[in-house]
């Protein structure tokens, strides 16, 4: 629009109802500022409009949505190297288990067995140990047993 060169102070004349007199009478006599007097009310009617029927949400709700986005945000990032790990760890503790439990299940049967208290008896009276449990087999079951408390106890304090 290549108006009146006073068009804009016909707009704010209008918006604020403060007729300098000047500009009254060069209204009177403008085609463009007349067309700007007359809509300039319901440009700015229309303008408060807009804002009441948009209005900003309450700012405590504003403030609830940003504090509960940003815990579970740090809870996301937290929680989630955890899983993985924890994952990796129980797969590797159960591999481990069905491992030692298929190749070794006739050794840990003699090693249980030997502590029925008929077998207990029978060392007690200097009978020869009747199962011999392999040093690796014991250091298997005690690597696979501490594994599996530190996971456990990570569990633990991780949901915490
Ligand atoms: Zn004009």
Not at 76 to 96: E, K
Not at 108 to 127: D, E, N, R, S, Y
Request: charged share 15%.
């Amino acid at each position: 629009m290549n108006g009146c060169p006073m068009e804009r102070d016909v707009i704010r004349a209008a918006a604020n109802d403060a007729w300098p007199e000047a500009l009254r009478a060069h209204v009177t006599t403008c085609e463009d500022c007349t067309a700007a007097a007359e809509v300039a009310p319901w440009m700015r009617g229309f303008a408060d409009d807009n804002v009441r029927e948009h209005p900003l949400p309450d700012p405590s709700v504003l403030w609830l949505k940003a504090q509960v986005l940003r815990s579970s945000a740090t809870v996301d990032r937290a929680s989630r190297p955890i899983t993985n790990l924890q994952v990796g760890a129980y797969i590797a503790l159960a591999a481990g288990w069905a491992l030692l439990l298929k190749f070794k299940w006739s050794a840990i049967q003699a090693w249980l067995h030997g502590f029925t208290p008929a077998a207990l008896v029978t060392k007690a009276a200097g009978a020869t140990a009747t199962a011999s449990i392999p040093a690796t087999m014991i250091i298997a079951l005690i690597v696979l047993g501490s594994l599996s408390v530190m996971v456990a106890l990570h569990q633990i304090l991780a949901e915490e």
